[in-house]
Each structure stands twice: as C-alpha cells, then as structure tokens.
C-alpha cells in the first residue's frame, strides 16, 4: 500500500502585508491518499476555512463533532481547538483559506477590518455549511486558489469570502460555562501532550485541571473524540509517523522515543491505526518519492 501525503502553501501568496513568516492570507492543498487516521487537535490565530475537495472526514471543534463530505465547507475561528481526520482509507483531498486579521493592521480600509470583527474576536462560532451556502463558498475559496498572487482578483475574492461567511454567521458571545469547558479541555489536552513520552495517566490530568476524574473524562472525549489514554497513544502513533517520515532512524529507535517500551506492541499498534507496519508506512513513502 503506497501512501501519498501532500501539503502545499504558496508562501508568497499574500495580499497585503506579513510578519515573521506568516501572511494575512495564506492558502494550502492537503491530500492524504490511503491513510489519514489521526490528527492531533491544534489551534492557530488565524481563521481557517476548508472545503472539501474530496472523501469524508470526522471533524471535532471546541467540543463539536460532526462529519463533513465532498462540497462541505467547515469555518474554524482563531484559536479553536479542532482537528479533522479521513474515514477508512479513502482519499481525501482539501482547499484551505487562512486569514491573519493581526497583519491587518495597515489594511484597514480594504478589507474592513471593523466590518467582519465577530469571526476575529470569537463572537463568531466554528460551524459545518453544506448545500447552497457550502457551494458559494466553496466557488469562491476556488476562485482564491485560481487568482494570481497580489493581483486585484484575490482582493476581490478576498471580500467575497468575507462577506458569504458573514451572512451566514451566527453572532453571540459564549457562556462562562462554555469558556470554562473549553479552557478545561485545552488545559488536558496541552498537558497530555507535554507529558509525552512519559505515562499518561487520567488521575494525574484530572489533577491538573482541578476537576473530577468522571468529569474530566467525559469533558475530553468530547473535545477530541477520543479518551484520554486512546489520544496519547495516537498522539504517540502520529509522533513516530513524523519520524518514519522524516529519517532513518531505526523503528526499535522511533519506538522508544515516543514512548513504547514493547517493540512488539508498537508494532502492533501502528498496524491497527495506520492498516501496516512501521516498516511497510516507511517503505510505502520511499516507493511514493521514486
């Protein structure tokens, strides 16, 4: 089984000003033939607006989960927690926007900063759109990636985005029991991933957070979709994935680094989450490459 993993970003491709490597605007193509069975959950300033080109994913976003397919379009605010994951071994294939109203600030007036506030200030929430309102969307994130860079077509197409996202947003302002939750959860979830590769152990999160561990346990599922010993042991998984991706160093060396002790186990474990060995994943990129 080969595996293809492609992520392109046109590092260039900004209208109006960026900072520090990052750009106001920035756009990316991610295809995962064969296998995409996890991915940690992350967040980023930027607001990210993905449509999907292909196949059918999970999704789970400040402890929302649904499935998203071919044609849908999913808004993640900045500084969400969210994380997308393929189906099975289908193929799967997305367009992503990315804005940055941070590097903004000497544009004011052409993309009317003021005017699309709620999705920057987290008034807006994250949301799942298909049909009608998913297609224009989608039209236009299309538009994005067929425009040239810098040129007056992107900015128009720009405000194009901005504006459908904005007559279809619901504006209001989260509970302090939803801010509590999801501080909770990113709390568990940063402190899983920095205890990696030690023991990961409930009791200890629980601690952590300062809440119980029935409701600390119930509070992560449904942040993530996974409890908390299954996401540390694919955080683990995705971890060793990197390495096998990225060198040669040996899978027994791999193995340990990221936590296992059992090289048997690890073995086994990879198999049941990516359908082949640590060895087959590797080979399977080397045949992709040539």
């Excluded at 709390?187 to 957070?209: F, M, S, W």
């Amino acid at each position: 089984m080969s595996i293809a993993v492609h992520c392109k970003q046109n590092e260039n491709f900004n209208v109006l000003c960026s900072s520090g490597g990052r750009a106001f605007l920035s756009r990316y193509v991610a295809e995962r033939c064969d296998v995409c069975p996890f991915y940690p959950v992350h967040r980023h300033e930027e607001l990210e607006v993905v449509l999907v080109c292909d196949g059918t994913l999970t999704v789970c976003c400040d402890g929302v989960n649904y499935t998203a397919t071919k044609g849908d379009v999913c808004v993640f605010p900045p500084f969400s927690m969210h994380a997308f994951c393929a189906l099975s071994s289908q193929s799967v294939t997305l367009h992503a926007v990315l804005l940055n109203f941070r590097l903004a600030s000497n544009s004011r007036d052409f993309v009317g900063v003021d005017r699309y506030a709620a999705f920057f200030n987290g008034s807006a929430p994250a949301c799942h759109m298909h049909g009608d309102n998913a297609d224009e969307i989608g039209a236009t994130i299309n538009a994005l990636f067929g425009a040239r860079t810098n040129s007056d077509e992107t900015a128009v197409e720009v405000g194009n985005l901005l504006a459908l996202l904005q007559s279809h947003a619901t504006v209001g302002s989260p509970s302090i029991t939803d801010r509590k939750r999801t501080h909770a959860a990113r709390q568990a979830i940063d402190y899983v991933a920095a205890t990696l590769p030690g023991r990961v152990e409930v009791a200890d999160v629980a601690g952590h957070c300062g809440y119980s561990e029935f409701y600390l346990m119930k509070l992560f599922k449904a942040f993530t979709g996974f409890s908390v010993i299954d996401y540390a042991n694919r955080l683990r998984l995705f971890n060793a994935e990197r390495m096998l991706s990225s060198g040669n160093r040996a899978v027994c060396d791999i193995a340990r680094a990221v936590g296992f002790e059992n090289i048997s186990y690890f073995n086994r474990q990879f198999l049941r989450l990516y359908g082949m060995t640590p060895t087959e994943f590797r080979d399977g990129l080397t045949q992709t490459i040539d």
